[in-house]
């Protein structure tokens, strides 16, 4: 038994029309393969590259340690010279990982290297994030707190993809009060008698390569395993549909701080009231279809 998992659909190029209609409109993902090949990025960005232009940065890591109420949302776990880094992604599987780095305030010049693409949505252009992680790394199954349309591109080696849309949450063991599922339930092979409502969540998979963008709708559940080292951009456009905007506003002013407070003021209890939490409340929502 797996994962009822679907391809997610290819096209080499798209058109503004195209993505509106065919994938924006009815909030579906896509993979387009051939899209940035007039880029400068598409030849140019590779690690030794972000080595050699952000080598002296210091930069946040994080690995795939639970979540410890000793640290704020979404603290970093370490820190380490880029050029050390990258160093060891080459020689060496590493769990470390770069998660929402906005390398752009620090090196300005790697704007010339790509465009903020015309699809349609007003992408916001002050926070294109930078993504690495090494051999065997993953991200936790996550939604974005802002629930934003996510142009998610690929640079160097290949990347594993499993997304979920939001009407699969119910099935997906997700912790209340955050924004992450159980980080215990290994999604590339999932312990169906630990997880039995996994089975009934329907998703979507690819393996992303060097030079693709992958279209994540509004709020999708992803997980992403870096098969080899690598990185990725993440370009992202405000939430349109108005659910998704308020849970965004809400998510960003009360359930960040909510959570924060109640780490400071329980500890570890409030992880783990969560973490069981999870459990309950999935097999609860799912009792009557058991
Ligand atoms: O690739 C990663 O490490 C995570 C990417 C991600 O979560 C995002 O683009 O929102
Ligand atoms: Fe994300």
């Not at 140019?44 to 000793?70: E, Q």
């Not at 370490?78 to 050390?84: C, E, F, H």
Request: proline share 6%; charged share 25%.
């Amino acid at each position: 038994m797996s994962l009822n998992l679907q391809d997610i659909p290819r096209v080499k190029t798209l058109t503004k029309a195209d993505f509106l209609k065919y994938y924006f409109a009815p909030q579906k993902p896509v993979v387009i393969e051939n899209f940035i090949e007039d880029w400068p990025a598409h030849t140019k960005w590779n690690l030794d590259y972000m080595k050699s232009v952000a080598g002296h940065i210091t930069i946040p890591l994080y690995d795939d340690r639970p979540v410890d109420y000793k640290e704020g949302f979404n603290e970093p776990h370490a820190k380490m010279k880029m050029s050390d880094y990258v160093d060891l992604l080459k020689s060496e599987p590493t769990k470390y990982r770069i998660f929402l780095w906005n390398a752009l305030k620090e090196i300005p010049q790697l704007q010339k290297d790509f465009k903020f693409p015309d699809f349609g949505l007003r992408l916001m252009k002050g926070i294109p994030m930078l993504f690495f992680g090494g051999r065997g790394s993953n991200t936790f199954m996550h939604y974005d707190i802002d629930l934003a349309n996510i142009f998610h591109f690929h640079f160097e080696g290949t990347k594993q993809i499993i997304l979920f849309d939001q009407k699969q949450s119910k099935y997906l063991y997700k912790i209340p009060h955050s924004l992450i599922t159980r980080e215990d339930i290994d999604f590339n092979n999932p312990d169906f008698t630990k997880w039995p409502m996994l089975k009934k969540a329907q998703g979507y998979r690819t393996k992303l390569q060097h030079g693709e963008i992958l279209y994540m709708p509004e709020g999708y559940w992803h997980y992403m395993q870096y098969v080899t080292p690598g990185f990725s951009l993440s370009l992202r456009a405000i939430a349109r549909n108005p659910k998704n905007f308020s849970r965004a506003i809400y998510n960003l002013l009360i359930m960040r701080n909510y959570d924060n407070i109640m780490r400071r003021l329980k500890g570890q209890k409030w992880i783990d009231w969560k973490n069981e939490q999870a459990i309950i409340r999935t097999h609860e929502s799912n009792r009557t279809t058991v």
